[in-house]
């Protein structure tokens, strides 16, 4: 199957500016671009279908860029928003850019005869004189056109927000970045989400006018919707993120294995490289038993090992191993038995990320102090008087071992990981004690 024939069967194909670009693919190798705009110092899994969209053009052979909006991240692209982007400042930007161009060296290879390419548009969009740009460039846009767009017309259309001149230019600065990196790297190739189209055409229409004679081309996929209508990439937290300290790998991998089964095969097409044979018995696997999530589990693992590694996934996978039978410690602390140092603390901190904590001093340890008066400090009890009563029915338990005896002390055997103890009270009450 050929590339084109692969993204087509993965539907990520959703509109190509020339019938022919599907041969021209396999005769012709070509050198392509994808846009981000660095609104985040990390890209969310938003991000990932054009991602792994240049990581599938560089598999077949052709060289991918990704171009970091450096200079258009301070303007804010109007499509798909319903107001003005708030502006940022070119620290934030210069910030931005330095932590998504490590997460892109991830996916993309940057050795070898067609290596990819990471570029700033900053660095040309920087240099440029308005007055210059305005008669060089702008000349070769058409109001008429420009207002048309769809990104335009529905703001335009808006009286409570409209649009500004800042974002209504937008356009004109995507379509010079072409220009640009044909100049640079002959790219004749842009890519993007099916709401850049009108962007995408701008760029090319611009390359034809100054470059005559050289011929460009567009693609886009479709942009990621969920079958029952919702947003896509957000969890009841909020974005799902690619760096592991904004979401977990523990979190990043429940977020896939909930994938309803109507998204599962698709989202399996549009994210892993998985074969479309594999994929195909997964497929009937979400019809013929459901109840083993199979293809969630594949999914949530190859996402997990693509972005994370494979040492990550194994801790989430351990994580939600034993979560999944409701007691996360239960798996790592059977009752009487030591402290289990394998567990990583990252994972525990997460997997408990919504259960209130306390920092005590390291000192606490070796103070020979009754663990109910620590926990009276630490707001787990009201008072003494309840953390009694709590032993007395046998509800106390700190890394699964019930506390049985009211004079227990806190000690090193209290803790979870080098500095965590897990107390629980009652049956599903935790608290987090972290010693600093």
């Not at 990252?346 to 001093?361: G, H, I």
């Amino acid at each position: 199957m050929t590339l084109y024939e692969d993204l087509a069967w993965r539907g990520l194909i959703s509109q190509a500016t020339h019938p022919e670009l599907a041969g021209l693919l396999e005769k012709e190798r070509f050198t392509l671009y994808c846009g981000f705009d660095p609104t985040a110092d990390s890209l969310h899994i938003g991000s990932l279908v054009p991602l792994l969209c240049l990581a599938r053009f560089q598999r077949a052979g052709h060289t991918p860029i990704a171009l970091i909006g450096g200079a258009t991240g301070m303007i804010g692209d109007p499509s798909g928003k319903t107001d003005e982007r708030q502006l940022q400042t070119r620290e934030v930007i210069e910030r931005n850019v330095i932590g998504i161009e490590a997460q892109m060296r991830r996916f993309l290879d940057f050795k070898g005869p067609n290596a990819a390419i990471v570029t700033n548009n900053l660095d040309w969009l920087g240099q440029l004189r308005l007055v210059t740009f305005l008669r060089d460039i702008g000349k070769h846009f058409s109001v008429n056109v420009m207002m048309a767009r769809e990104s335009v017309r529905a703001r335009l259309e808006d009286r409570d927000h409209g649009i500004s001149y800042t974002e209504f230019s937008y356009q004109l600065l995507q379509a010079y970045d072409f220009l640009q990196l044909y100049d640079e790297h002959k790219c004749r190739l842009q890519i993007g989400g099916s709401d850049q189209w009108g962007n995408i055409v701008a760029g090319m229409d611009l390359t034809r006018r100054l470059r005559p004679g050289v011929e460009t081309y567009g693609l886009t996929f479709p942009l990621v919707m969920k079958a029952d209508g919702g947003k896509f990439g957000k969890s009841e937290s909020g974005n799902v993120w690619l760096d592991p300290t904004k979401t977990s790998p523990y979190k990043f991998y429940q977020f896939w294995i909930n994938t309803a089964d109507a998204d599962a095969v698709k989202f399996l097409k549009y994210f892993t490289f998985l074969p479309h044979e594999e994929i195909d018995t997964l497929g009937e696997a979400v019809t013929s038993a459901p109840q083993e999530r199979a293809a969630q589990k594949a999914l949530a693992t190859e996402m997990t090992k693509l972005v994370h590694g494979e040492a990550a996934l194994a801790d989430a996978i351990k994580a939600s191993e034993t979560m999944f039978k409701n007691n996360f410690l239960r798996a790592f602390f059977p009752k009487g038995a030591p402290r289990d140092n394998t567990i990583n603390e990252a994972t525990l901190e997460q997997v408990y990320a919504d259960v209130p904590s306390t920092e005590l001093p390291f000192a606490v340890l070796s103070a020979n102090r009754l663990l109910i008066d620590v926990l009276v400090e630490a707001g787990v009890f009201k008072s003494k008087g309840e953390a009694k009563r709590m032993v007395q029915n046998g509800g106390l338990y700190v890394n699964n071992a019930r506390v049985d005896a009211e004079d227990a002390k806190l000690t090193n055997q209290c803790l979870t990981t080098e500095r965590i103890a897990v107390v629980r009270t009652g049956k599903k009450n935790y608290h987090l004690l972290k010693f600093v």
